[in-house]
């Protein structure tokens, strides 16, 4: 995937391919997870690949700006701060 990088002509692919990264992570530790027993914690991350997957879509039908995506992530990291 970081080979195809420098090929990538535009931001939005770039993004896109990062987030494709953070699904493929996900999806496999959560079924690492879910095969040690550890159901909870695969549940979770498994929800963490879905947010991931919706963000992607978002991007690729620019139905959300870099801008949005920012201002969101930073409102909610506030929230749980406070």
């Known amino acids: 995937m970081s080979a195809l990088l420098p090929l990538a ?3 939005r692919q770039i993004v896109v391919s990062q987030f494709f990264a953070r699904a493929l992570s996900h999806f ?3 079924l690492l997870l879910a095969e040690s027993g550890m159901t909870i914690e695969s549940l979770t991350i498994s ?3 879905l947010e ?7 991007i690729a039908e620019n139905a959300v700006t870099f801008d949005e995506l920012l ?5 909610m990291r506030l929230k749980h701060a406070n």
């Open 71 to 75: 201002s969101h992530d930073n409102a």
């Open 47 to 49: 929800r963490g690949l």
């Open 52 to 58: 991931t997957c919706f963000v992607m879509l978002a």
């Open 28 to 30: 496999e530790a959560g």
């Open 9 to 11: 002509r535009a931001s």
